[in-house]
């Protein structure tokens, strides 16, 4: 009985496919619409006569207006239009004329573009032939998601973002900028991922806008030919109103984290440690710090969020605290078990280095908190973490000056209330206000403070080695801190630890 439904099922199934052939799903329309995705795909470098054919089928772009002429700052008679239609959000810029200023950001608009041609002029992409009769709006005032993109990503695919309206994030100039600095010209624009020319016409409004030390820039790319075979973006404001300063004050951050051992080759008992550098010279008998890690690993108590933050203790932080010896300003030191071995029992002896703090945690409490432990940080993929604290009373209140974390796991954060969780610093993974909403986010994984070291395979020997960009005179990341997983032997060197790809300084 069974094989005979089986059987029947088959016949019909193959009835329908031989009485179906020739319908090609009945009833189905071609959408008049073309993405912006697939329409940028269209050009290889050759001019192309937009046809329904080529776009198949469709003959019109819709989208959302994101330029804005009123300032005079985006290349004149371009009227930038984007929509996420299929794989990811894409604009265009439409060569309308006088026309394209006419329209604001948030109109939808359709766009008549078959018998148009697709081109590149001055290195923007760009559909020519369109006449001001061949635009319809049909809404106004239509939301537009802000589209955060580090530079780096922009300047390795800028042709994903051309055209498309994207915020920078926690943007600055190097060098720091004077009181009397404008944003007229040229600019280099840097966001800890890279750099970008912020380019402003000296007759804009926005010339005569000072420039902050740190600020949100929300803007469009647009592809200038470099040379014949290759472009790069320049980033163009809108309006005045497209800065968003963030901070007109200098914070130098005086000690950050740029590598650690948290889960080396056998037993991690007094064979934990992490690097840091200072940025100004210290004496720590004169100026002490605290340096606070965090093991939040299943069996880790007490259980449950950290209802007294950085200060819980017990086997949910340890402090070290940092009250005599010195790091010269650039230089690195240590702190950590009494082991001072660079990769666990039988590797090489560091002890020469300069270490600030090390002692047998094994056997002996943390200073002030933290319970003897055989690891101070979790090997089992949820969060570890370490922060530095100014002074060595660090309670429930306290904001370290630096922290980073590895892994995403364990009860780290509520919104309560009463709020708990891991208190976080101003950083280049970290913001204490949401800096889109400039709304409160004071603790890891609250808001958008979700970026983490990733874990790594237990029992290797692995580094995190920091590699990153700390500028002294802006008190900012100029390159963001990676993570490079150096895998040590028993043999590994300290210099090795301190190579060129680590964490450097610069003025």
């Known amino acids: 009985m069974k094989n005979s439904i089986i059987y029947s099922f088959l016949l019909l199934s193959l009835a329908c496919l031989w009485g179906c052939a020739d319908d090609n799903y009945p009833g189905a329309q071609i959408s008049p619409y073309f993405s912006m ?31 804005d002429h009123s300032a005079g700052n985006l290349p004149a008679g ?3 239009i984007q929509d996420a239609r ?25 766009v008549k573009v078959e018998g148009h041609t697709l081109t590149k002029k001055n290195g ?37 973002y051309e055209s498309s309206l994207v915020v920078i994030v926690k943007g600055g100039f ?38 902050p030390v740190l600020a949100n820039f929300y803007g469009i790319p647009f592809n200038k030919q470099i040379r014949e075979d290759s472009v790069a973006p320049q980033f163009h404001l809108r309006t005045p109103d497209d800065v968003v300063v963030l901070s007109s004050e200098i914070n130098v951050t005086p000690i950050i984290i740029t590598g650690m051992a948290t889960d080396i080759k056998g037993g991690d008992g007094n064979y934990e440690y992490i690097q840091f550098m200072a940025t100004r010279d210290i004496d720590f008998a004169v100026t002490p710090y605290s340096v606070v890690t965090t093991n939040n690993a299943g069996t880790s108590t007490p259980t449950g969020f950290p209802t007294q933050g950085w200060a819980t203790g017990n086997m949910r932080t340890f402090k070290f605290n940092l009250t005599s010896g010195k790091a010269n300003k650039g230089t690195y030191f240590y702190v950590g078990g009494a ?18 703090r090390y002692f047998n945690y094994v056997n002996q409490d943390g200073d002030g908190f933290g319970t003897k432990t055989g690891g101070l940080m979790a090997n089992s993929g949820n969060a570890s973490g370490v922060a530095v604290f100014e002074g060595t009373n660090v309670t429930v209140d306290s904001r370290p000056v630096d922290v980073i974390f590895i892994g995403t796991g364990g009860s780290l954060w509520t919104e ?37 070291l990733v874990y790594n395979t237990a029992d290797v020997g692995y580094w995190y080695m920091l590699g990153g960009e ?15 997983n150096f895998e040590m032997t028993k043999q590994t060197t300290i210099a090795e630890l301190e190579g060129e790809t680590a964490t450097k300084l610069s003025e």
């Open 416 to 452: 309560g209330p009463p709020a708990k969780g891991y208190k976080i610093a101003n950083t280049d993974y970290y913001d204490i206000k949401n800096p889109i909403t400039l709304e409160n986010q004071p603790y890891y994984r609250a808001g958008s403070n979700t970026l983490s």
């Open 124 to 160: 923007i992409l760009q559909v020519t032939g369109v006449s001001g009769s061949d635009v319809v709006k049909v809404a106004s005032n239509v939301p537009i998601a802000v589209n955060r993109v580090p530079v780096d990503k922009m300047m390795k695919t800028p042709d994903n």
């Open 470 to 484: 700390y500028n002294v005179a802006l008190g900012r990341w100029m390159k963001a801190r990676s993570q490079n």
């Open 174 to 211: 190097n060098p720091l900028p004077q009181p009397e600095d404008k944003l007229g010209g040229d600019k280099l624009l840097n966001d800890g991922f890279g750099n970008i020319t912020l380019h402003t016409e000296t007759t804009s409004p926005i010339a005569d806008v000072t420039a």
């Open 86 to 110: 299929r794989i990811g959000l894409r604009g265009i810029s439409i060569a309308l004329g006088a026309d394209a200023a006419k329209y604001v950001p948030g109109d939808s608009v359709i």
């Open 339 to 356: 082991g001072r071995l660079i990769n666990g029992s039988g590797s090489t002896n560091i002890s020469s280095s300069n270490w600030i």
């Open 37 to 67: 995705y697939d329409l940028r795909n269209l050009y290889k470098g050759q001019d192309v006569q937009l046809t329904k054919e080529k776009m198949f089928g469709s003959d019109k772009l819709t989208g959302v207006v994101v330029s």
């Open 78 to 80: 371009m009227l930038c």
